[in-house]
């Protein structure tokens, strides 16, 4: 069974202060619908991801929420958590419950509301993706142990804090023409170096922000997909799992996790890397762009660097990633999965902010935590892969 | 997020003296400790095992913004400890932040966690300190 992605919307990335996560995750499921062409009673089941709206803002029951205030219910709902993975997570698990054969049109969700709290409980929140009782404890943030990362992998492969300063740089730069994005300016290495220290020695302009946002896709079977114009096909779909905690890691200069998923993905999708058109990776901060270019199979282990600095991976590159600005500019951490794949859709389909021309494979790349948990989906513009 | 009295409480063994465990069958040891040896699964036999805390600074960071409950104490520096028993650990690394490096000799010390405001709880356990 083949599954395909016709239609997918999201809010734009920000502080909205007067939305509510129902108002934001009902306009995104409204724009996917919209976009596919549907209609709310098409939809026969809900899989949405939030990472923390508990601790955001007091709501659980993400699933039932969202087709309550959709006017959706009776039908199935389920929220899925795998922090910053969740969307992704939430999208996999639509694409699964079709293959399965239960269903035939789906819709895969993901909201976040960040910006009620104030910034250190929002930090907090967030470390709810690390270990608790030794990471938390010891007053670790997520910025925290990315940049223990970004020493570690600058110290081994002589990375300078001006090359790493080309991932916010380049992403910036895409970001310019998405009318979604949390902002849109473009930044220099001066800028990146002078911002402020956040954790040593990454600084605010290497850290994605906090957003409030959602976003939300439609995914059909093979039975319906030819009433729709432009599907795009899921070709691969992967998941794994690492150590909660980075400290029991063997490596802090790669996210396995990310590696296993992508192996799988490619496999499944009969793709090599060096296939892929376009791919949007889990940029949360400067050190991960860098990271995911050699777990994804894009560049050698310590050569990610050269990617930026040949300009491959801006659009107009060999392989142009996170064309819309990436998790940089936006990360609602339960919708930043979604986000991605609405992105690939679009460059799939020729109708990206920041066109890659007469792309036809994309990869999106989504991680939970300090990469406890990681997907990577392949996208193309014909169906292939094996799905059973 | 305030720190609980139980789980503080259920930490003391670890938190105060560094006990962690270790699997007979294979000799892998684990801190903050499991009760399940991942590599022999069944076969293994998982014991207490005492740490001495004492290693090196595998990477660190020193963190600017804080969290809630330690945003009186930046800036902070804190490190993955490679300890000399085996496995690494998440800690404080205590003192100047601008001496800390990579691969510093560290030792262990007994210091004040965090706070959970004015009335709360104080929370203690280790941290570390460089060598010499
Ligand atoms: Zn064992």
Known sequence: MNVAVVGGGATKMGEHWTQSLRDLSTEAGAKALQDAGIEGKDIEALFIGTMSSGRFIGQEHLGALAVDEAGLTPIPATRCEGACASGSLAFRKAYLAIRSGEYDIVMAAGGEKMTDIKGPEAISA?????????????????????????????????????????????????GLKNPLAQFQFPVTVKQVMESALIADPLRLLDCSPITDGAAAVILVSDRVAKRFKNPMWILGSGQASDTLALHNRKSLTEIPSSRIAAEKAYAQAGVSPGKIDVAEVHDCFSIEEILAYEDLGFAER?????????????????????????????????????????????????????????????????????????????????PGGRHG | ?????????????????????????????????????????????????????????????????????????????????????GTSISGQIVGDVTRVEMGKRVRPVFRRIREDGKEGVIHYGVKWALEG
């Open chain 1, 126 to 174: 967030l470390m709810g993706a690390g270990d608790q009782e030794w990471e938390s404890s010891a007053g670790l943030t997520f910025s925290g142990l990315y940049a223990m990362m970004a020493r570690a992998y600058m110290k081994r492969y002589g990375l300078t804090r001006e090359e790493l300063a080309l991932v916010p740089i380049k992403n910036h730069f895409h």
């Open chain 1, 302 to 382: 310590g050569k990610g660097k050269d990617l930026l600095v040949n300009k491959e991976t801006y659009v107009g590159g060999r392989l142009p990633v996170n064309t819309d600005g990436g998790l940089k500019l936006g990360h609602p951490v339960g919708a930043t999965g979604i986000k991605q794949i609405i992105e690939i859709m679009r460059q799939l389909r020729g109708d990206a902010y920041t066109q890659v021309k007469g792309a036809r494979i994309g990869l999106a790349h989504n991680i939970g935590g300090s990469g406890a948990t990681a997907l990577v989906h392949i996208f193309g513009t014909e």
């Open chain 2, 1 to 85: 997020m305030v720190e609980s009295v139980p789980l503080s409480w259920r930490l003391q063994r670890q938190r105060y003296n560094l006990i962690g465990t270790r699997c007979a069958t294979c000799d892998e040891r684990f801190f903050p400790p499991r009760n399940f040896c991942p590599s022999c699964r069944r076969k293994g036999k998982i014991e207490p095992f005492q740490f001495s805390g004492r290693g090196s600074v595998e990477s660190f960071t020193v963190i600017r913004v804080a969290p809630s409950g330690f945003e009186s104490q930046t800036p902070y520096a804190v490190g993955i400890i490679k300890l000399d028993e």
